[in-house]
């Protein structure tokens, strides 16, 4: 488990941003290392503002390391070194000197695995990253971004007379469009998915997905998913990750969805989204 203390998070910011301008997000030469074992070599990408871009590629390969040195999520669970530049907007969030919090309240992040508090009521835990990152709201401010996170997400129809019930209460689907709304909360510019799907059924699937084609309009979206018809369905672009025999992840080819799907450049491409490996 992890304790979000103040020394990681340094002290309160001040102000609610208004909902933010979608950002541009660029992996300059990001190289990774969990002791001694190098688990990114260089991968450069340059994920667009308002685009969806979707990461491929086999288990092992780094994906899930990439996408949270992209919020520095990994500061937080684990000890992985890191070499290279992240951009946001041009802005390099790892520079000397920015604290955690202003990569974590422009980046949000959805997990593979639903995990809303469980005991904690629907409100309460679409208001959970507020208190985390220091913003404070007036009463009023949060009932209004309760509704507007819940309604973004997807779910507030279904729950909007039950706010006081725990978020442990809802289905597999419901809890992950939750998820999403809390981290909606903080008015991310981007937002990271990490296999958002995997631990869903095909209705509460397609859900989401109809939810990160709206969402997309208004927040750059990265999600890594092993389900290429999903990949297909909802990204702008798409990068191919490869381990090959103990090497380190690299990019293998990146592009329009479209070109990545029906005329890849690599052999090795043409191979995985077809699903020879
Ligand atoms: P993917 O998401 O593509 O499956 P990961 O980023 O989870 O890949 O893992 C990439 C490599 O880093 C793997 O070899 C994995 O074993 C290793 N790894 C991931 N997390 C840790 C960690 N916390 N400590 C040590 N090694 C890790
Ligand atoms: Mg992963």
């Given at each position: 488990t992890v304790t979000l203390t103040e020394d990681l998070l340094g002290p309160a910011e001040p102000a609610v941003r208004p909902a933010g301008r979608p950002a541009s997000l660029e992996a300059d030469a990001i190289s990774a290392w969990f002791g001694d074992h190098?688990?990114?070599?260089r991968v450069s990408l340059t994920m667009p503002a308002r685009e969806v871009t979707a990461l491929i590629g086999?288990?092992?390969?780094?994906k899930s390391t990439f996408l949270r040195i992209l919020n520095r999520m990994h500061e937080l669970i684990g000890s992985a070194s890191l070499a290279g530049r992240v951009l946001l907007d041009g802005e390099d969030?790892?520079?000397?000197?920015?604290?955690i919090t202003h990569a974590r309240r422009q980046i949000g992040m959805v997990f593979q695995k639903p995990n809303?508090?469980?005991?904690?009521s629907l409100y309460d835990n679409v208001l959970a990253g507020l208190k985390l990152n220091g913003i404070k709201a007036t009463r009023r401010g949060r009932d209004d971004l309760v509704e507007e996170c819940l309604t973004r997400a997807g779910l507030w129809k279904e729950v909007k007379d039950r706010l006081?019930?725990?978020?442990?209460?809802?289905s597999g689907g419901q809890q992950q469009r939750l998820c999403i709304a809390r981290s909606l909360a903080v008015r991310p510019r981007v937002l990271l998915m990490d296999e958002?799907?995997?631990?869903?059924d095909p209705t509460s699937t397609r859900r989401i997905e109809e939810t990160i084609a709206e969402l997309s309009e208004e927040v750059t979206i990265v999600i890594v998913t092993h389900n290429m018809q999903q990949a297909a369905r909802v990204s702008n672009t798409c990068a191919f990750f490869l381990a090959e025999q103990g090497t380190p992840g690299v990019i293998v080819e990146h592009g329009p969805t479209d070109a990545m799907f029906?005329?890849?450049?690599d052999p090795r491409t043409s191979d995985y989204v077809n699903g020879r490996f």
């Open positions: 190098k688990v990114l070599d086999p288990s092992g390969c780094g969030i790892y520079d000397r000197g920015r604290r809303p508090f469980p005991a904690m006081r019930q725990p978020g442990g209460a809802l958002p799907c995997s631990a869903l029906n005329s890849p450049q």
